[in-house]
């Protein structure tokens, strides 16, 4: 990606120096611009607007993120995502030259690691995956034995100076409205929804 346009892109997510610093930075986007067109040349109208196709490009974008930090990683690199490309996605659009139809979902700084710090602990399993039901019995107790494990990862990780837990970081993030200025931009690209 040209320099101009990843310095303008940090900037505007949020002075997030790696997304210009890093060697290689990506983007990935929802597209039923694509899909539109695939409907034309088979002499069909899209139906345009209903909620499960802006999924399904959202989805589509999110696995093929997914799969390409997978493959990185499996050669050595390392990956961030970049969401706050989301903060200003009208600017972002102006500079990738998106069509309507098109959102960008979020970002990925790719790069050789300079260390190998340790791994941070992930949700227990039976957490995040259920079987037969969404059995939630005994949740909380789990993730507060997760919490701990997250503040002991910080305070190794920064010396003493970080201490903070999974719930502090999610429950800052969701008690105060996320990016409200998403839902005209996506009707304004085209994903109104039904």
Known sequence: MDK????NIAHLSGDQSYVEEC???LVFCAD??????????NHKTMAEGYTETFILA??????????????????GLGGVYIGGIRN???EICKILNTPSGVYPVFGMCLGYPDDSPDIKAR???DVIFKTDEYNIDGDAKKVEEYDAQVSA?????????????WTNQVSDLMDKPQRPHMKDFLNGQGFEMK
Request: charged share 25%; glycine share 2%; proline share 6%.
């Open 153 to 165: 990862y910080y305070k190794k990780r920064t010396n003493g100076k970080r201490s903070d837990t």
């Open 32 to 41: 039923l611009n694509r899909t539109k067109t695939s409907c034309e040349i």
């Open 4 to 7: 101009s346009k990843r310095k």
């Open 23 to 25: 060697p290689l930075f």
């Open 88 to 90: 200003n996605p009208t």
């Open 58 to 75: 959202t989805v589509d974008a999110t696995l093929a993120a997914q799969n390409a930090l997978i493959a990185a990683e499996s050669l």
């Open 123 to 125: 949700l227990p399993l």
